[in-house]
């Protein structure tokens, strides 16, 4: 069964620092484009980084722009997201999805397969 699991969420302080990972499993997703998206109670789900199949391009959003890293082991079949810097802003749902035409797009209907999810919450 072709899954995403996401982990390494959890309760930080701000300022503090989190590493998310998203372990594929089932089909190996080293062609495909990766993203991370979050969903905060109450408002829709967000775009906050994605990475190319290859991990040449990336793209974040302006909200995580220096603060935000995702990179990816495709030996590994996981994809990371760094984040430093955290704000109580951030506190969300954080999820990967995988984009199999191999892009970064910002756009979640690119996306064909979702994990269930991690919860990030920080504390101000």
């Known amino acids: 069964q072709d899954q995403l699991v996401e982990s390494g969420g959890g309760l930080v302080q701000t300022g503090g620092s989190l590493r998310l990972s998203c372990a594929a499993s089932?089909?190996?997703?080293?062609?495909?484009?990766m993203g991370w998206f979050r969903q905060a109670p109450g408002k829709e789900r967000e775009f906050v980084a994605a990475?190319?199949?290859?991990?040449?391009?990336?793209n974040d959003a302006d909200s995580v722009k220096g603060r935000f890293t995702i990179s990816r082991d495709n030996a590994k079949n996981t994809v990371y997201l760094q984040m430093n810097s955290l704000k109580p802003e951030d506190t969300a749902v954080y999820y990967c999805?995988?984009?199999?035409?191999?892009?970064?797009?910002?756009?979640?209907?690119?996306?064909?397969?979702w994990g269930q999810g991690t919860q990030v919450t920080v504390s101000s």
């Open positions: 990475i190319s199949w290859s991990g040449i391009n990336t």
């Open positions: 999805a995988a984009d199999r035409s191999g892009g970064y797009s910002h756009r979640r209907y690119r996306y064909d397969y």
């Open positions: 089932g089909r190996t997703f080293s062609s495909y484009g």
